[in-house]
């Protein structure tokens, strides 16, 4: 290759539109404009960290002023005793967006105590702020003038040095103006209100004109005459941070992790799919009021507000970075969650059951991955059953096998006639409940579990002698006619209670094939086919007339067909109210069929005249084979 035809290759520099940039950060990065507050103190904080680590002796003075104090009008301004900065640094941090002083030789040793990490630094201002003023005076060169950096939102600035009396001592004075439409960021009350909020836990003096903006220390560190006022204490704090009383506190504290704070238990059941909310500072400056991933997912029902000083924050500082230290923290604070439900088990079970009342969810799904505190609390969580709201532990000394299901649509069909047999069900269909149940063996070895359908309840109900179900034979024969397009089979046993007059068994195959069936009818003509090519084995549904009931021999003793269809078409619905199902259109109509028959039944019984003619009330079907009725 010649040199003339050699490719010619220069250096160039990003150009960078700072308008852009800042529009970019308003509405991907911060949540919010209010974090130019935030970002302010952070710097103030940093700075007066780098000089109190060469100089333990130096101020730590932060000073806010709003409107009229501020200069300009309007505007605010933030003074700190911080490191300050020289010309040369001026130009070299201020100036280079992602530049941080943080990375700046010496003060690389101390960056762990840093609060900002990513050296976005004064550029958030520019989303309330049209010019941004910096006057700084470096402590590490005292003999340096103090320099003027100024900057505009359309990414132009000038540097000068002023005379010594313009900065007297080492630190940084920040002065912002107002964008057009942002001056409400800048009422004195707003700043307060969010130097509170975001600076109350800080080391330092940090005041809002002569106002303190710290609380220190946190509430959990104070010391307090007694228990109870330390639950007084800590209950107003959730008040003014949460807006709840708590039922209870518990105390978060992991020294290797650099956590500190207190978990506040919830007063009302929540869904463990609601955002946990958690408030998490770092270093004493607020991160987020929004933090979802500090504790385990099944620790839905308490709220967290934590200080710590090694979780790393994501860019915009708004959110926890998901790294190994987050999920030591994670199951460190779990566990803190984990021995308070212990100690109350062991120690308090008035508040225990309390708190079960109302978060036995939240418990329940610890327990399933943790056989520990299942065995701990299994004498407490509650579980419906045919015995009535009790716990596992207790259920399982009275029972010696522990049936379940796993609906609680099933558990409905078979509670009333399985504790008249003496078989104990626990009704697995509520969340966790099966598979609590079916770990029953592994913190009791010996106990037997067995999972209940409906071939098990009918192998417990007793059989009808074979002579007296053949003398109702044709009542059985109307009864299986009428429910045969309803896919429902119909058999005769005996069992109690004598109330139940008929009890509608079917399982989940049985259900499945019956909306299967359902939308083929309902189906164009290619989904239909589809439908149709799924079909099982046709499993179908049971009604168990019950024989020992007066009403089932009475209606099998009457002589007129349509009046034994009516009948046994209102057991059929009777039974599925029993049981609580959500009724099909078919079964709608149904019950209506029957209802009017009955109706009709009874306004003209059979033998009675017609006012018009004729006699509606005779026998149009003839005998049924099972003797003489009375019609009624």
């Known amino acids: 290759m010649t040199p003339e035809n050699a490719a010619h290759t220069a250096s160039h520099t990003f150009q960078v539109d700072l308008r852009g940039l800042v529009d970019l950060l308003s509405h991907h990065l911060y949540s919010s404009p209010r974090v130019y507050l935030r970002e302010l103190l952070q710097n103030a904080v940093d700075a007066v960290t780098a000089r109190r680590a060469a100089d333990p002796a130096a101020p730590d003075r932060i000073r806010l002023y709003a409107a009229p104090e501020a200069e300009p009008a309007g505007g605010l301004r933030v003074e700190d005793s911080g490191v300050g900065l020289t010309e040369a640094e001026v130009h070299e941090l201020l100036a280079t967006i992602g530049r941080s002083s943080k990375r700046a030789g010496g003060l690389e040793s101390a960056r762990a105590e840093f609060l900002g990490q990513f050296g976005i630094g004064l550029l958030a201002c520019f989303l309330v702020a049209e010019r941004i003023r910096v006057v700084s005076r470096s402590a590490r060169e005292p003999a340096a003038p103090p320099v003027e950096w100024t900057a505009a ?23 912002l103006t107002p964008r057009p439409g942002c001056a409400e960021w800048f ?62 506190a518990v105390e978060l504290d992991v020294p290797l992790a650099g956590v500190r704070g207190v978990a506040y238990v919830l007063p009302s059941a929540v869904s463990p799919a609601q955002r946990a909310g958690h408030r998490v500072y770092l270093k004493g400056m607020l991160l987020t009021t929004r933090a979802d991933g500090l504790l385990p997912d099944w620790a839905f029902f308490v709220r967290c507000v934590v200080d710590t000083d090694s979780l790393r924050p994501t860019a915009s500082r708004e959110a926890l970075y998901e790294d190994e230290t987050l999920l030591a923290v994670r199951e460190a604070l779990g566990g803190a969650v984990r021995d308070w439900l212990t100690s109350l088990a062991t120690g308090d079970p008035d508040r225990l059951a309390q708190f079960l009342s109302v978060h036995h969810l939240g418990v329940k799904s610890l327990a399933r991955h943790d056989e520990e505190m299942l065995r701990t609390m299994l004498p407490w969580l509650p579980f419906e059953t045919t015995d009535g709201q009790v716990s596992l532990a207790e259920f399982a000394q009275r029972h010696p096998v522990v ?34 149940v079916e770990l029953l063996p592994r913190v009791r070895p010996g106990t037997a579990v067995a999972e209940l359908d409906p071939d098990t309840v009918t192998a417990h109900l007793d059989g009808v002698d074979p002579a007296e179900e053949l003398a109702l034979s044709g009542f059985l024969g109307v009864a299986r006619a009428r429910l045969d397009p309803l896919a429902c089979d119909v058999v005769l046993r005996a069992f109690h209670p004598l109330t139940v007059p008929a009890l509608h068994l079917d399982d989940r195959a049985a259900r499945h094939e019956r909306a299967r069936a359902d939308e083929e009818e309902q189906a164009d003509e290619l989904w239909a086919g589809i439908l149709g090519s799924l079909r099982g084995g046709t499993p179908r549904a049971r009604l168990v007339l019950n024989h020992r009931s007066p009403l089932v021999r009475r209606i099998g003793a009457l002589g007129a067909p349509e009046l034994v269809g009516s009948a046994v078409e209102a057991l059929y619905g009777q039974a599925l109210l029993m049981a609580q199902r959500p009724l099909r259109p078919a079964d709608s109509a149904l019950l209506n069929r029957a209802f009017a028959g ?15 003619g004729g006699d509606p009330g005779g026998d149009p079907g003839g005998d049924l084979g099972a003797g003489e009725g009375d019609g009624r």
């Open 153 to 175: 939102d359309d990414g132009s600035y000038t540097v000068r040095t002023l005379p010594p009396a313009a900065r007297p001592e080492p630190g940084t004075t920040v002065h």
């Open 403 to 436: 049936h379940f299901t796993r609906s609680v649509e099933e558990f409905r069909q078979v509670a009333p006639i399985a504790s008249a047999q003496g078989i104990g069900v626990v009704n697995g269909g509520y969340t966790y409940d099966a598979e609590l």
């Open 598 to 612: 009955l109706l009709e039944w009874a306004v003209h019984p059979p033998g009675a005249a017609d006012p018009a």
């Open 187 to 248: 009422e004195p009350a707003r700043v307060a209100a969010l130097a509170r909020e975001f600076g109350s836990l800080l080391p330092y003096d940090v005041r809002v004109g002569e106002a303190p903006v710290t609380e220190l220390p946190a509430v959990w560190d104070r010391p307090y005459p007694s228990p109870a006022a330390r639950r007084v204490a800590l209950a107003g704090h959730c008040r003014d941070v949460f807006g709840f009383t708590p039922l209870d």
